[in-house]
Every structure is written in C-alpha cells, then in structure tokens.
C-alpha cells in the first residue's frame, strides 16, 4: 500500500451523499500498474474511465482482458494525444455519463485511490470547486523527491500562481484532482493544453471563471516510476506559456471585466518605470560617451519613476495576491446542466 493521507473515513459521507463521483485514468505507459490503481479505487466512485492514449503497451486492451470491475469503461485514442488530450476526453465522458464530480488519476500507483473520498469532500460540501494535491506539505514526501523534481516544482508552481492568479497554491504540476461537473462544464476543453503543461493551463481557466480552489495534503513514491515529463522540455517550453496566460489573465480581470486601483497601479507604475529605465539608460550611455557625469537632477528624473513606479506595482501585486476567488462558484450555478451551455460556448469564444 502507499503511504498515502487515506480517505477511508470520507467514504460513508460521499455515498451518503448520492451523487455520482467519475475518475478518469489516462493511460500511457503504465500496463504495469494499471491494474493495481484500479483495484484500490473504492466503492465510493460510480464510474471509471480508463483512456488509452494510443499506449505503446496496449494498457487498454490489458484492462478489459483483465479487469472484472463493471464501472470500468475503457476508451481509446488511435493517435497519441498527450496527457491533457487523454484527460479531456474521459472528462467528456464522465461528463454524458452525468458525473457530479470528476477525479483524475493518474495510472502510474504514484497516487493513492483511497485518497479519493477525501479529495472530493471539499466538493461535496460546498466548499470548493476544485481540488488538487499538494506534495509539499509532508516534508518526509519533499526530502524523497528526486532534486531535479524539487527544483523544477517549485519554480513552476511560483510562475503558475503569478499565471493562474491561485497564489495560496503549491504543486502546481500535481495532476490528482477534483473538479465540480458544473464548473467543468464551462470551461473550455478544447482550448486546454494537450500536453505536460494541463494542469497549469486547467488552473489558468478556472482562474478565469473565478472558481474556489483548494488542496489536500498527500504523498507520493518516486521509486521505480521514472517521469514522462523532462526537466529540460519544461525549462524551455513552460516560460513562454505561462507569460501568455499571465498576460491574458491581467488583461481579463483588470481590464476587460472590471476597472479597480488595480487597474490603475498597473499603467502608471509600469509607464514610470519604464520611462524611468529608458531615460536614466539612455543618459548613463551618454554619460560613458562623452565622460562627463550626470547631473544631480538627471539623476533624479531618472530614479525617481523607477521607484515610484515599482512601488505602484508592488501595491499592484499586493491586492492581486488578495483577490484570491473565496466564494465557490458551484453555488452561483444552475443545477440543470442544460442551462450551462450558453456559459460554456461563450467561454468558448475567449
């Protein structure tokens, strides 16, 4: 078994609950384990979706040879479409199939299944529209992380909490999580990134509806499941996708949504730093040119809008690090999945 935060205790409330919880298992690579992470998921869940994502191994056509479970479907692509392509579509799935919540878990056993009932507890009370895992909070879990894991966690997760706007996350590349049927339902799937990048560009969304989201401490086992995610590849892909949604999320809330301080702090602070940087770089050139020092009052022109405009930003950053969405969406959503469908296809055209 692995030592994993259990959901054994939640397990008499979801059922008591009477409402469908879903998993999806994208399935890459993982004929080994497949199997194991299946049997450990608990009579809480309604439905399993096991998305062959055209796998090397043939981890789907395993499943249905060797697996008696009735709620296990297997769905399959004949053309590998990435972890997020594969997700997607069992959420579409899961979706149809009426689920009030979707998990997805990955196949490889570095996730516990009995951590289910507790990962969609949050979900079932009301609290949260999403939740996710969080390897961070066992410092026993962090020392066994592999260096290169480590690093490039924490690094992520910093630029995904400045483009998601969850700045009270961690972990940001966890892909055990939970989301409300209905929150699901608006965002638009076709738009989420196929590949390793998922679960940050899943955060970027649900930033974009203003969505609750929250974590649950749990652990994971490293040994002998090496990771299809390379250091490397994130290193140079990630840093231009998370300046995008950044960008976008800015332009979103404090432009095109709403006009706050925010708003303001933002085009006057960086209108004076950068006219700041651009003046006091231009006269210090100049000043190397012609050797002769620049004046006091150059100077100051120059050092003036810098810190007064790096200031506002600080303030700027201040206030978007308290905006943090608190209020669950689930509860302003029509329980009639129906009337979701003009939210969704307008979402569709962002």
């Given amino acids: 078994m692995i030592p994993v935060l259990t959901g054994a205790v939640y397990d008499g409330a979801v059922r008591a609950t009477g409402r469908h919880v879903a998993v999806v298992v994208p399935c890459y690579g993982v004929r080994a384990s497949i199997l194991r992470v299946l049997e450990g998921i608990g009579p809480d869940v309604a439905s399993i979706w096991v998305v062959d994502d055209a796998c090397p191994e043939g981890s789907g056509a395993h499943v249905d040879t060797a697996c008696g479970d009735p709620r296990v ?5 004949e053309v590998n479409r990435g972890v997020g392509g594969a997700t997607v579509t069992g959420f579409r799935a899961a979706l149809a199939a009426g689920a009030d919540v ?6 490889d056993g570095q996730m516990d299944p ?3 009932p507790a990962l969609v507890d949050p979900i079932l009370r009301g609290r949260a529209d999403y939740v996710k895992g969080n390897r961070f909070w066992d410092l026993d879990t962090v020392r066994a992380m592999p260096l290169g894991r480590k690093a490039g966690n924490a690094v992520v997760s910093l630029l995904a909490k400045a483009a998601s706007g969850y700045w009270n996350l961690m972990d940001a590349t966890n892909g055990f999580v939970a989301v409300d049927a209905r929150v699901l339902s608006i965002l638009p799937l076709d738009k989420l990134d196929r590949r390793w990048f998922f679960e940050n560009d899943l ?4 930033g974009t509806v203003q969505a609750v989201v929250t974590e649950m401490p749990m652990t994971a086992v490293y040994a002998g499941a090496p990771s299809h995610l390379s250091e490397m590849r994130a290193a140079l892909q990630f840093p231009g996708k998370f300046a995008g949604r950044f960008l ?3 332009g979103y809330a404090y432009f095109l949504r709403s006009f706050t301080a925010v708003t303001v702090e933002l085009v006057v602070g960086a209108t004076l730093l950068g006219f700041g940087g651009a003046f006091g770089t231009a006269h210090w050139w100049r000043s190397i040119a012609r050797d002769v020092p620049a004046t006091t009052g150059t100077v100051m022109l120059a050092a003036l809008p810098v810190i007064l405009g790096f200031q506002l930003l600080l303030a700027a950053l201040n206030q978007d690090i308290a905006n943090v969405p608190t209020e669950p969406l689930q509860r302003k959503l029509p329980v009639d999945r129906e ?3 003009p939210l969704a296809r307008a979402d569709q055209q962002r």
Wanted: net charge positive; no cysteine.
């Fill in 73 to 77: 479907r297997v769905l399959r692509h």
């Fill in 203 to 206: 955060l970027f969304r649900l």
């Fill in 102 to 107: 979707v998990v997805k878990l990955d196949g």
């Fill in 248 to 250: 976008k999320r800015i």
């Fill in 114 to 116: 009995s951590a289910i």
């Fill in 339 to 341: 009337a979701l469908r």
